[in-house]
């Protein structure tokens, strides 16, 4: 029996499906805008080698802080606000790159840009692996693991084609549209 109920709990909800979306879309954007960044920054806003990749690496360091600090907002605000909160800052944040600024302030959008994803990519990790059926655990993070590696695979293919064709403002335009599809899956988990 134990092998008909592991066929009967259900994988593929729509809650598992949105949540990976998101979790896709979230690492797409990060793969694709630490492409694009360096050159952006030396390009556009005429940063040395080592200011830019500093612009590129001050996102992980951000990430880093959002996973650190999320624990304590986890309990205070629930698992639904803390998600929306980081996807909203993360879609605010995604924005403010299309206007023109000095390297400075590009390090603090940066900054503050990546804690925002570490925020919401730390609820995701919490709500999925609430969300997989106890019985179906390590092939659901399997799957669910899977749309990180597809978004690592897809941003920076995304990046160096956009970057080929189009000006940085037409990458940013499309980041912040797909922030803002992280934001409306969000919604609905």
Do not use: D
């Amino acid at each position: 029996t134990s092998m008909s109920q592991e066929q009967e709990a259900p994988l593929w909800t729509p809650n598992f499906i949105l949540i990976s979306l998101v979790n896709f879309q979230l690492v797409l954007v990060f793969y694709l805008l630490v492409i694009i960044i360096v050159g952006y920054s030396v390009v556009e806003l005429g940063a040395s080698t080592a200011q830019a990749g500093l612009v590129s690496g001050l996102f992980i360091v951000g990430t880093l802080f959002g996973r650190l600090l999320i624990g304590k907002l986890l309990n205070r605000l629930g698992l639904k606000n803390t998600l929306v909160i980081g996807l909203t800052g993360f879609l605010l944040f995604s924005g403010l790159y299309m206007i023109p600024a000095k390297l400075e302030v590009l390090l603090g959008i940066r900054l503050i840009h990546g804690f925002m994803m570490g925020m919401a990519s730390t609820v995701l990790g919490t709500v999925i692996a609430q969300t997989i059926p106890a019985t179906r655990r390590g092939e659901g993070i399997g799957y669910f693991s899977m749309s990180s590696t597809l978004g690592t695979a897809i941003g920076p293919f995304v990046g160096i084609w956009l970057m080929t064709n189009f000006n940085y403002q037409v990458i940013f335009i499309f980041t912040t549209i797909v922030a803002l599809s992280c934001l409306i899956c969000g919604l609905f988990i």
